[in-house]
């Protein structure tokens, strides 16, 4: 028999962690001397300590390998939990390399996009119902028209809007040849409605979007939207909708320009 001490050089496993693989069951001593407390294991638990160094460099943690009962371990049940191992270790490293280059990207565009730079996610935004109104303006600046055409047309018909206090603006269409903006405001209600001559109601499904929420005032949303579209393509996504910007404060809310707080949205799936 071997002292924990004279185990522990044998297997290169520390003295703390025979004891921490003993609380858990791993791998326990064969026998504990009552009176003094020494834990003994024997030559025979050797290949069990090497199958537990082995399985940790795969990076198996310590209750997947208890799990495993290393002592009554049947090889081909050993062979299928590998290849499910290596599988997940694949999925692992797609993610990690992903990563990767997500990260060379944004040190890359340090230098010229310092403001942009780790402010993009991915996320799913939840369904949500919507008082809607769309119409063609010919200067970006007229959107302001079209949302206080939307608040007249509501308060008329005592429309309730809903507490998450932000409005979505899409620009369908850009269309420089016959110099219009195909532009659609949207508030948030809580119910369905009947559509006026106006305002139409509908709801809108989640969808996942690519995201970047800034401060600060609209002049900023040309190069905020190229920034984005090619950070969609160098993340392997793809744009599947109408870009939108949802304004959590805007100047309904407040006049100074550089406190605006805006979300612009790309619809996105996997290319």
């Known amino acids: 028999m071997f002292k924990i001490g004279e185990f522990s050089v044998l297997t290169s496993i520390s003295i703390h962690m025979l004891r921490n693989y003993d609380k858990i069951g791993l791998l326990t001593p064969k026998y504990i001397d009552k009176s003094t407390g020494y834990r003994y294991y024997e030559s025979n638990q050797l290949p069990i300590a090497n199958q537990i160094v082995a399985l940790k460099m795969m990076g198996f943690g310590l209750k997947e390998i208890a799990e495993l009962q290393l002592q009554e371990m049947q090889i081909d049940n050993l062979e299928e939990i590998l290849k499910n191992k290596i599988k997940v270790k694949e999925q692992e490293v797609k993610v990690i390399r992903k990563q990767l280059t997500q990260m060379e990207n944004a040190l890359k565009d340090l230098t010229t996009e310092k ?44 429309i309730k809007f809903s507490d998450s206090n932000y409005s979505i603006a899409i620009q369908h269409e850009i269309n420089f040849d016959e110099n219009y903006i195909d532009v659609e405001v949207q508030r948030l209600v809580e119910n369905t409605y009947e559509d006026t001559d106006i305002v139409k109601f509908y709801s809108i499904p989640s969808c996942e979007i690519a995201s970047l929420i800034y401060q600060g005032g609209y002049s900023r949303l040309k190069d905020i939207n190229l920034y984005m579209a090619k950070w969609i393509t160098q993340n392997g996504l793809e744009i599947c909708g109408p870009a939108f910007n949802i304004y959590y404060i805007s100047p309904e809310h407040e006049v100074s320009e550089e406190k605006f707080i805006t979300e612009v949205c790309f619809p996105v799936k996997k290319r």
């Open 115 to 158: 403001e942009q730079v780790l402010s993009i996610i991915t996320k799913c935004i939840p369904d949500r119902k919507v008082a809607s109104l769309r119409m063609k303006i010919k200067e970006f600046h007229e959107e302001g028209r079209l949302w206080k055409i939307l608040g007249d047309e509501c308060e008329k018909i005592n």
